[in-house]
Each structure stands twice: as C-alpha cells, then as structure tokens.
C-alpha cells in the first residue's frame, strides 16, 4: 500500500524557518516524481513545488520560490520542503503527493504567526 | 487570463447525474488536458482521474472525465450521499509553468 507521512509542521514566528519531510512507502520512490501541495483551511488547492526523480528538474510557484527549497533522498524514501523567510500566508496544511497527484499524504499543518 | 475557473458550488438529487466543469486556456486545460480529485471535509484529496478520463485503479465508472476545447469537466452518474463532497480540477500550464488548481466545486446531494 503507497503511504505518505508529512512531519515537522508547527507554530513559527513571521521570518522563521521550518523543514518538512514526507516519508514514502509500499512503492518504489525513487522512480517518481513528488510534489508539495498546500490548503488553507477551509480554502482551495496550491501547488508549491515540483522535483524530478532523480533531482534533475525542480520547480516552484512564484508564491515560494527564492524562499522554499525542495529535494529529496531516494535511499531514505524521503521528499523535504525547506522553507525560509516563513510568512503569516504561509500559513497552511502542507501535503506531499505523488507524481500525478495519485496519492496524497495527510498533511501537516504549519503555523506562522508572533 | 491565468487560473482555472470552477463553479463555486453545484447540487443535485439523489440518484441524478452533475457535470462539474473547469475552464483554462490554450497553454494548460487545452494543451495538456485536465485531472480531477475529489476531497471530503478533513481528509486529503483524492485523484478521480488524470488527463482527462484516465482513471486510476478503485474509481468508480460513476466518475467520468472528458475535454472540449478549454473546458474540462467531470460527470458524476448515480449521486450518493458519499458524493457529497469539494471538486478540483488541475492542469500544468505551460506558459506559467505552474501546476494550476481550479477554485474548487462545492457538490451538494439532496
């Protein structure tokens, strides 16, 4: 069964910095491509970044780039989000999902606010 | 214009049959197609279909997806109360290179 674990969500003062990990199993990572995706509550969908299998190509949206950093560890199965210079509309349930948005994890939540 | 626009919120009977749509443009719903995923209150989304009408592994045939144009959109035949639930469509945008979310469509069963 694929799983998605999403951990190191929290409360962070405005300018502060959090990282995120997704931990995958019952399929094989690194062959897929990941994403983050995060929801304000009670709000829609947002894409924030993108990475290849193999690290090759990575994206993000114009909401976290220069401030958000993606990447990955295949021989831990493992997908992080380093996030800097955190804003209180940063504020948000933060997902990791698959490739093709086939499966989701159930999020963790984060915080920013003084 | 940038974004995927869906209809903030639809209702139907039980037992009847709702069309969501989503409209893009040209460098994301009419160049790359569309995928949809359904999301109950407090649970993570999930995919219904990718691409237009593929479907993964578990979905029922109820939900169906097709393209015209810009417009992308998802029939849902037979509604349940479990289908009672946020819709989103979703497509990679070429010129922005950005994965787009519509806003999201609110299905109401009654």
């Known amino acids: 069964e694929v799983q998605l674990v999403e951990s190191g969500g929290g409360l962070v003062q405005p300018g502060g910095s959090l990282r995120l990990s997704c931990a995958a199993s019952?399929?094989?990572?690194?062959?897929?491509?990941m994403k983050w995706v995060r929801q304000v509550p009670g709000k829609g969908l947002e894409w924030i970044s993108y990475?290849?299998?193999?690290?090759?190509?990575?994206v993000y949206s114009d909401s976290v780039r220069g401030r958000f950093t993606i990447s990955r560890d295949n021989a831990k199965n493992s997908l992080y989000l380093q996030m800097n210079s955190l804003r209180a509309e940063d504020t948000a349930l933060y997902y990791c999902?698959?490739?093709?948005?086939?499966?989701w994890g159930q999020g963790t939540l984060v915080t920013v606010s003084s | 214009q940038a974004g995927l626009t869906q209809p903030p919120s639809v209702s139907k009977g039980l037992r009847q049959t709702a069309t969501l749509t989503c409209i893009g443009n040209?460098?994301?719903?009419?160049?790359?197609?569309a995928g949809w995923l359904q999301q109950h209150q407090g649970r993570p989304p999930k995919l219904l279909s990718y691409?237009?009408?593929n479907r993964p592994s578990g979905i029922s045939e109820r939900f169906s997806a097709s393209r015209s144009g810009n417009t992308a959109s998802l029939t849902i035949t037979g509604l349940q109360p479990e289908d009672e639930a946020d819709y989103y469509c979703?497509?990679?945008?070429?010129?922005?290179?950005?994965?787009?979310f519509g806003g999201g469509t609110k299905l109401t069963v009654l």
């Open positions: 999902a698959r490739d093709l948005f086939d499966s």
């Open positions: 019952g399929f094989t990572f690194s062959s897929y491509a």
């Open positions: 990475i290849s299998s193999n690290s090759g190509s990575i």
């Open positions: 040209n460098n994301n719903v009419g160049d790359q197609g």
């Open positions: 691409r237009n009408n």
């Open positions: 979703s497509a990679w945008d070429i010129s922005l290179n950005d994965w787009l």
